[in-house]
């Protein structure tokens, strides 16, 4: 794992709630109330790229930036999910804001006893 993975990865398991899985193809996928809100994988240079949740208005000002698009299979269905694959336009702290943002919006979605559980574990 590079600095950057690591340090996103970090990130991510810092957050409320969090559990992390590998899956498809050795992606790390990064859950909360087994909601998917971010995935860590790598492309054929073994370059990381961060793939979240975004809002529509995120989505519409982010997906045609340079180092931004709209995340392969899940965008292509429909879902609002970027990928960053270089920090041209949204550098890490950004994206670390995005990610943040990404896990309140699946968080919201979840419901209230599933949000409850999770803020109050046993």
Same mark, same amino acid.
């Given at each position: 794992?590079?600095?950057?993975?690591?340090?996103?990865?970090? &990130?991510?398991?810092?957050?409320?709630?969090?559990?992390?899985?590998?899956?498809?193809?050795?992606?790390?996928?990064?859950?909360?109330?087994?909601?998917? &809100?971010?995935?860590?994988?790598?492309?054929?240079?073994?370059?990381?790229?961060?793939? &979240?949740?975004?809002?529509?208005?995120?989505?519409?000002?982010?997906?045609?930036?340079?180092?931004?698009?709209?995340?392969?299979?899940?965008?292509?269905?429909? &879902?609002?999910?970027?990928?960053?694959?270089?920090?041209?336009?949204?550098?890490?702290?950004?994206?670390?804001?995005?990610?943040?943002?990404?896990?309140?919006?699946?968080?919201?979605?979840?419901?209230?006893?599933?949000?409850?559980?999770?803020?109050?574990?046993?």
């Amino acid at each position: 794992m590079d600095s950057l993975s690591k340090e996103i990865h970090e &990130f991510c398991l810092s957050l409320l709630g969090v559990t992390h899985v590998v899956q498809w193809g050795g992606s790390d996928v990064y859950k909360v109330g087994g909601k998917v &809100f971010a995935i860590i994988s790598t492309d054929s240079d073994n370059l990381p790229r961060v793939t &979240f949740k975004a809002s529509e208005m995120s989505f519409e000002m982010l997906k045609n930036e340079p180092g931004m698009r709209p995340a392969p299979y899940l965008a292509s269905r429909g &879902f609002k999910w970027l990928q960053r694959f270089d920090d041209r336009t949204l550098d890490d702290a950004g994206l670390c804001d995005y990610v943040r943002q990404s896990h309140a919006m699946v968080m919201a979605g979840l419901s209230k006893k599933k949000r409850l559980a999770l803020q109050n574990p046993a």
